[in-house]
T-cell receptor
Framework: AQTVTQSQPEMSVQEAETVTLSCTYDTSESDYYLFWYKQPPSRQMILVIRQEAYKQQNATENRFSVNFQKAAKSFSLKISDSQLGDAAMYFC???????????FGTGTLLAVQP | GAVVSQHPSRVICKSGTSVKIECRSLDFQATTMFWYRQFPKQSLMLMATSNEGSKATYEQGVEKDKFLINHASLTLSTLTVTSAHPEDSSFYICSPDGPNTEAFFGQGTRLTVV
């Protein structure tokens, strides 16, 4: 069975600094998708970034980028120039590809200090 | 992006009563609907997967007779918590299977059983 592990329950970063959130996963599949979702206090799930496993190039979305290491089954999220609005719970998620059924990690609560 | 409407956003009910949660995909058709449950400060756990016009598939440990799912149309799915008890208090989130490989989420429903 696939699993997703986030080993950092909480992280803190100074405004304008860079922070990296870790995620590892386990799967026997070769084709899949990985996601980072943000859940602010409103609890609305917001897609931050997506990575297709068949793509070697790391995905980027403005200040957000990933370090995808397929062999190591690692998928970390880097937030550059952190802003107060980035404070939220961040979930790493895995999709085996056949459906949009997601397996979530336990989340990392990110605090941004002014 | 795709628009998902989940209603109600929060509900308080008495123990023993039933509560219905609706999830609508407003601008796309969803063949498949995923229902997640999230306990405070925890991750999202998949409860069940439903396909339009057929019975839902429940994850291990989820009581199908307590959590009734109806997916009668491509734009509407409902989750009914029957004979609710305080331990059913939680945050419930729907996720229609959207276009491409991106999952979309409803705003969530905070259920409190008193």
């Amino acid at each position: 069975a696939q699993t997703v592990t986030q080993s950092q329950p909480e992280m803190s970063v100074q405004e304008a600094e860079t922070v990296t959130l870790s995620c590892t996963y386990d799967t026997s599949e070769s084709d899949y998708y990985l996601f980072w979702y943000k859940q602010p206090p409103s609890r609305q799930m917001i897609l931050v970034i997506r990575q297709e496993a068949y793509k070697q190039q790391n995905a980027t979305e403005n200040r957000f980028s990933v370090n995808f290491q397929k062999a190591a089954k690692s998928f970390s999220l880097k937030i550059s120039d952190s802003q107060l609005g980035d404070a939220a719970m961040y979930f790493c998620a895995y999709d085996g590809g056949a459906t949009n059924k997601l397996i979530f990690g336990t989340g990392t609560l990110l605090a941004v200090q002014p | 992006g795709a628009v998902v409407s989940q209603h109600p956003s929060r509900v308080i009910c008495k123990s023993g009563t039933s509560v219905k949660i609706e999830c609508r995909s407003l601008d796309f058709q969803a063949t498949t609907m995923f229902w997640y449950r999230q306990f405070p400060k925890q991750s999202l756990m998949l409860m069940a997967t439903s396909n339009e016009g057929s019975k839902a598939t429940y994850e291990q440990g989820v009581e199908k007779d307590k959590f009734l799912i109806n997916h009668a149309s491509l734009t509407l799915s409902t989750l009914t918590v029957t004979s609710a008890h305080p331990e059913d208090s939680s945050f419930y989130i729907c996720s229609p299977d959207g276009p491409n490989t991106e999952a979309f989420f409803g705003q969530g429903t905070r259920l409190t059983v008193v």
